[in-house]
């Protein structure tokens, strides 16, 4: 079953690097949109039949209106080019009048773009924010970013334990927002073909899209979803226009020197733990190396761990085990889908590693770790992502 969206710890892990940014607490939710069935005239561009092409250009650039004088003009048969006028009738291209020839509008622009535009009908879904009724970025399209039908989640759909709150609006769906995108220059920001005519509304339902919210201690929210490894800068500009911050607010802030206690008490994989708290506010709690490879993989080293929306990094201070859980976590991001050079696996590298407060691994490291556990399929894919380098 697939996941709706990557663990939480690892959008912690990502604003704690933030320079001057203090993650405080984490909120999974499913934000609201509306999913808009559309039709509108498409124009695609093809390439010109060779004779079609001569026709368009006589009609439109020597100005020849008489069918006579066409057929005259290109010394072609009359039969030949009786047939491209009424095809070029037929897409609506060339109008005929008796003996009279002229372009429409279509063949016009046809003529000076040099493609033949025909006109096709298109139905597409596209994403509108229910909140501020604004249409989503053509970056949310991606099929990594799924968007749900209904606020219920499947057990098997999440990558970890974060249970996601739907947030609830009350705003309309606005339907004049289909003629603002319908005259937007940029109709492709929107992922809405440029040749796109008469969009009109087939029906509209609610959608979801998960994300993870942090609050950071001087109140901003910051906002992560599957669009991309950073934030998600559109969902973070639709809070400045929101309640969202209130709502949150309105939550109150636990005291984490009396929540992390109770939650140690009260979990037998760290309960021999000891708390500490960090120089920047944040919490860990300080495992000892033999913890790790039992109940407790080494992989959990410099995750978190989360209790009244309020988060603990699990840590250790020995260097060699964090290098360990370094490599081990590596071997696991190679796998990820969204993975696919080793670029793009050594820039998660580099991230963890700040976070691990450790050095980079390098890619021969980490195939020796891989040979060294027997774990054959990840090598396997370390061979993939070379190939796929060059």
Same mark, same amino acid.
């Given at each position: 079953m697939?996941?709706?969206?990557y663990?939480?710890?690892?959008?912690?892990?990502?604003a704690?690097?933030?320079?001057?940014?203090?993650?405080?607490?984490?909120?999974p939710?499913?934000?609201?949109?509306?999913q808009?069935?559309t039709?509108?005239?498409?124009y695609?561009?093809?390439?010109?039949?060779?004779?079609?092409?001569?026709?368009v250009?006589?009609i439109?650039?020597?100005?020849?209106?008489?069918?006579?004088?066409?057929?005259?003009?290109?010394?072609?048969?009359?039969?030949?080019?009786?047939?491209?006028?009424?095809?070029?009738?037929?897409?609506g291209?060339?109008?005929?009048?008796?003996?009279t020839?002229?372009?429409?509008?279509?063949g016009r622009?046809?003529?000076q773009?040099?493609?033949?535009?025909?006109?096709?009908?298109?139905?597409?879904?596209?994403?509108?924010?229910?909140?501020?009724?604004?249409?989503?970025?053509?970056a949310?399209?991606?099929?990594?970013?799924?968007?749900?039908?209904t606020?219920?989640?499947e057990?098997?759909?999440?990558?970890?334990?974060?249970?996601?709150?739907?947030?609830?609006?009350?705003?309309?769906?606005?339907?004049?927002?289909?003629?603002?995108?319908?005259?937007h220059?940029?109709r492709?920001?929107?992922?809405?073909?440029?040749?796109?005519?008469?969009?009109?509304?087939?029906?509209?339902?609610?959608?979801?899209?998960?994300c993870?919210?942090?609050?950071?201690?001087?109140?901003?929210?910051?906002?992560?979803?599957?669009?991309?490894?950073d934030r998600?800068?559109?969902?973070?500009g639709l809070?400045?226009?929101?309640?969202?911050?209130?709502?949150?607010?309105?939550e109150?802030?636990a005291?984490p020197a009396?929540?992390?206690p109770k939650?140690?008490?009260?979990?037998?994989a760290?309960?021999?733990?000891?708390?500490?708290?960090?120089?920047?506010?944040?919490w860990?709690?300080?495992?000892?190396?033999?913890?790790f490879?039992?109940?407790?993989?080494v992989?959990?080293?410099g995750?978190y761990?989360f209790?009244?929306?309020h988060?603990?990094?699990?840590?250790?201070?020995?260097?060699?085990?964090?290098?360990?859980a370094?490599?081990?976590r590596? &071997?696991?991001?190679?796998?990820l889908?969204?993975?696919?050079?080793?670029?793009?696996?050594?820039?998660?590298?580099?991230?963890?590693?700040?976070?691990?407060?450790?050095?980079?691994v390098s890619?021969?490291?980490?195939?020796?770790?891989?040979?060294?556990?027997g774990?054959?399929?990840? &090598?396997?894919?370390?061979?993939?992502?070379?190939?796929?380098s060059?």
């Amino acid at each position: 079953m697939r996941r709706i969206i990557y663990p939480a710890t690892r959008a912690v892990e990502h604003a704690q690097l933030i320079p001057g940014v203090r993650p405080v607490r984490l909120f999974p939710v499913l934000w609201p949109l509306w999913q808009v069935e559309t039709e509108a005239e498409l124009y695609e561009g093809q390439d010109f039949e060779i004779i079609d092409h001569f026709v368009v250009r006589a009609i439109g650039e020597a100005g020849i209106r008489d069918r006579a004088q066409l057929v005259g003009f290109l010394n072609l048969p009359a039969g030949v080019i009786d047939r491209c006028l009424a095809f070029l009738g037929l897409i609506g291209h060339v109008t005929v009048a008796g003996p009279t020839l002229d372009l429409t509008p279509l063949g016009r622009q046809s003529v000076q773009d040099g493609v033949r535009y025909v006109r096709t009908t298109s139905r597409q879904t596209i994403l509108i924010e229910r909140e501020s009724g604004h249409p989503f970025p053509r970056a949310h399209y991606d099929n990594n970013v799924p968007v749900l039908d209904t606020p219920r989640i499947e057990e098997g759909q999440l990558g970890d334990r974060s249970r996601f709150l739907p947030v609830s609006t009350l705003a309309p769906f606005r339907p004049e927002v289909l003629a603002w995108l319908e005259q937007h220059p940029d109709r492709a920001g929107f992922n809405l073909p440029g040749q796109l005519r008469n969009l009109s509304n087939k029906g509209e339902r609610e959608g979801y899209l998960p994300c993870y919210l942090i609050e950071t201690a001087d109140h901003r929210l910051l906002a992560y979803s599957n669009v991309a490894e950073d934030r998600d800068e559109f969902l973070e500009g639709l809070f400045a226009r929101t309640s969202l911050e209130e709502l949150i607010e309105a939550e109150g802030i636990a005291d984490p020197a009396t929540l992390w206690p109770k939650w140690l008490a009260r979990s037998p994989a760290y309960g021999a733990g000891t708390l500490r708290q960090a120089p920047d506010g944040g919490w860990r709690v300080l495992l000892d190396p033999a913890t790790f490879g039992g109940e407790v993989k080494v992989a959990r080293v410099g995750s978190y761990q989360f209790s009244d929306h309020h988060f603990i990094q699990i840590w250790c201070t020995d260097p060699a085990t964090r290098r360990r859980a370094l490599l081990e976590r590596a &071997l696991g991001i190679a796998t990820l889908p969204k993975i696919t050079t080793v670029d793009q696996l050594q820039d998660r590298i580099e991230s963890l590693a700040r976070s691990l407060e450790t050095t980079v691994v390098s890619l021969a490291e980490l195939r020796a770790h891989a040979q060294e556990a027997g774990a054959e399929a990840r &090598l396997r894919r370390l061979d993939e992502l070379e190939r796929a380098s060059g």
